[in-house]
């Protein structure tokens, strides 16, 4: 059995734990099938924000959003929070992040500190630059902001010249993640006789912990145009997606580190497909948009499936201690401690938020209930989620008592918090979030 010297990361945006497992099932993610094959499985994972940022400043810090403040895209994390990559490089390790949409920038998201590279490249694909160079940028903008959205669904100005790999909006692909991710390898683990890409390599070998983000199954989702023709866009897109893990994959076989390295699978949200009422996320907490996967897998950790409820903000801590770094001072707890070790058998009760831009909700989830506040209409839905997993049947006025109590977990929780402090973004923020759905 290996000692576990590295840590990989890989989440997937947009990435729901039912549909997913489908797609597993039918054999349509091999490469993630492999990773799952003899892994740790949490199959009760829920995030506590069902938005990028939100979410993923709350993986690297192990706080809700309303304690680490970035409740909204395009945000920033306040230097006074500690971040994962900080601890894990003050244990000795080599840490490098891969992310792949503006507002996860570090510009953006301040989620580079601690990372000793953090590759988080614009790409707009062949034509943004081109014809920024010949207009001034503003020009440019205003002139496709007024014509990107011409057309009828899917099939406007914007998606054309983005399905013609001529734009790619403020993402970019797989492809383009990977070949950073490798990049960032050839530093923190050379191939044999490779030479190093910079100085800063660990030459004794530290161990690392990585950080790789794809963002292809986000609307407008990267699906390859072969597979639409027998799959969906958000089943194409995963598609490629795991094309993209068995690159990760074979990376790490092709260093010799396969065996020494833990590699850990999941989403930082949902995605609703139509169960109530629309696509996207960002607008209800139903299971669709907060359940996501999670996997944990090497030869040293326990090959069993979990359906002990867990929030995303465990992770990091999880994956600290299993390293040995030193945790972090925050809401978080590891759901295993040491790779031979029980995974947590009592279920932790999960607090989360909705995308303030699309209404002030927020709610609790145990195994068995969930209750919905809309804040800004005073409103509560309550549901039996061992009567009714697709959340129909509103119990709010039936389940008195259960709500109840509910409402007043919910209100300890909030009561932890102040006021969060609203930060300003600038127009080409605000048009960034536009374009990827995040305004009204």
């Given at each position: 059995?290996?000692?576990?010297?590295?840590?990989?990361?890989?989440?997937?945006?947009?990435?729901?734990?039912?549909?997913?497992?489908?797609?597993?099932?039918?054999?349509?993610?091999?490469?993630?099938?492999?990773?799952?094959?003899?892994?740790?499985?949490?199959?009760?994972?829920?995030?506590?924000?069902?938005?990028?940022?939100?979410?993923?400043?709350?993986?690297?810090?192990?706080?809700?959003?309303?304690?680490?403040?970035?409740?909204?895209?395009?945000?920033?994390?306040?230097?006074?929070?500690?971040?994962?990559?900080?601890?894990?490089?003050?244990?000795?390790?080599?840490?490098?992040?891969?992310?792949?949409?503006?507002?996860?920038?570090?510009?953006?998201?301040?989620?580079?500190?601690?990372?000793?590279?953090?590759?988080?490249?614009?790409?707009?694909?062949?034509?943004?630059?081109?014809?920024?160079?010949?207009?001034?940028?503003?020009?440019?903008?205003?002139?496709?902001?007024?014509?990107?959205?011409?057309?009828?669904?899917?099939?406007?100005?914007?998606?054309?010249?983005?399905?013609?790999?001529?734009?790619?909006?403020?993402?970019?692909?797989?492809?383009s993640v990977t070949d950073d991710a490798t990049a960032c390898l050839d530093d923190v683990a050379p191939r044999s006789g490779a030479e190093t890409k910079t100085a800063e390599t660990n030459t004794d070998r530290a161990g690392f912990f990585g950080w790789v983000h794809y963002f292809d199954v986000h609307e407008p989702r990267n699906a390859p145009r072969d597979l639409l023709e027998d799959h969906d866009e958000y089943t194409a897109a995963m598609m490629r997606v795991d094309d993209h893990v068995g690159e990760l994959q074979a990376e790490l076989e092709a260093r010799g580190i396969a065996d020494e390295t833990l590699v850990v699978f999941t989403g930082d949200h949902g995605e609703a497909l139509g169960e109530h009422g629309y696509t996207g996320h960002g607008r209800t907490l139903y299971d669709e948009e907060i359940n996501v996967p999670l996997a944990l897998s090497h030869d040293a950790m326990p090959d069993a499936q979990v359906d002990t409820q867990v929030r995303t903000i465990d992770i990091l801590p999880t994956l600290l201690s299993l390293v040995d770094a030193e945790g972090l001072d925050a809401a978080g707890e590891p759901i295993v401690t040491a790779p031979d070790g029980d995974p947590a058998e009592e279920d932790r009760q999960l607090f989360t938020m909705a995308y303030p831009t699309f209404g002030d909700r927020v709610a609790t989830r145990t195994p068995e209930w969930k209750l919905v506040r809309d804040r800004e209409e005073a409103a509560e839905e309550l549901y039996d989620l061992d009567a009714d997993p697709a959340e129909r049947e509103d119990l709010a006025d039936a389940a008195a008592e259960r709500r109840a109590s509910l409402a007043a977990d919910l209100d300890d929780w909030l009561g932890g918090f102040g006021e969060t402090d609203e930060q300003e973004v600038d127009e080409a923020t605000e048009e960034m979030l536009a374009d990827l759905g995040y305004m009204e």
């Open positions: 059995m290996s000692e576990i010297r590295n840590v990989l990361l890989v989440s997937v945006d947009c990435l729901r734990e039912d549909v997913f497992k489908e797609g597993l099932a039918e054999g349509l993610f091999p490469n993630c099938a492999a990773l799952y094959d003899g892994a740790l499985e949490f199959t009760e994972t829920y995030t506590v924000a069902n938005t990028t940022d939100p979410s993923l400043t709350a993986f690297m810090t192990a706080k809700y959003p309303f304690e680490h403040g970035v409740v909204e895209n395009g945000w920033g994390l306040d230097e006074t929070h500690d971040t994962a990559a900080e601890r894990f490089r003050a244990a000795g390790m080599d840490t490098f992040g891969v992310v792949s949409v503006d507002h996860l920038a570090d510009e953006h998201s301040k989620l580079g500190r601690g990372f000793d590279r953090y590759e988080d490249g614009q790409n707009y694909g062949k034509l943004y630059p081109i014809l920024s160079r010949i207009y001034d940028t503003k020009t440019f903008n205003t002139v496709f902001g007024a014509v990107k959205n011409l057309g009828i669904g899917r099939y406007t100005v914007k998606n054309l010249l983005r399905d013609l790999g001529l734009i790619s909006l403020h993402c970019r692909s797989a492809r």
